[in-house]
């Protein structure tokens, strides 16, 4: 059974370029529902962490140099189906080969600073929520605390 609930980030270069809102109403239009929501500035650490599974790649360091550059906005997002929803809405990580009206062909300025992170399994969702989230960070539809399994 597929997961209700994915996680995103909104990366330094579309926050600062003031693209938080107009991503926000996307995800909201495409009928996702915010349960988490926080902006931050990660650590240098917290990114090794978050991306190391990539830390064997040659991007590896610009890439965690770049997710450190600025503040972040964390959500947990909830939907049927929502991994796959998610990676529909936001498009390829190549915002040139991304379809047109999907976040990254809009707002992305590059491969590299391509606006948004989107988990690309439940399970990685499940383990992403949870590095970033404590379960009383989390909340229902009707706005009680506290979403406590996923």
Known sequence: MKSNYTFTIIKPGAVSNEHIGPILAMINK??????AMKLIRLSVRQAQVFYEVHKDR??????????????????????????????????????????????????????????????????????????FFARTERFNRDGSCCVMEY
Do not use: W
């Open 58 to 131: 040659p991007f590896y360091g610009e890439l965690v140099e770049f997710m450190t550059s600025g503040p972040v906005v964390v959500a947990i997002l909830e939907k049927a189906n929502a991994v796959e929803e998610y990676r529909k809405l936001i498009g390829a990580t190549d915002p040139s080969k991304a379809e047109d009206g999907t976040i990254r062909k809009m707002f992305a300025e590059s491969i590299q600073k391509n606006a948004v992170h989107g988990s690309d399994s439940d399970e990685n969702a499940k383990q992403e929520m949870n590095f």
């Open 30 to 35: 495409a009928g996702f529902h915010i349960t």
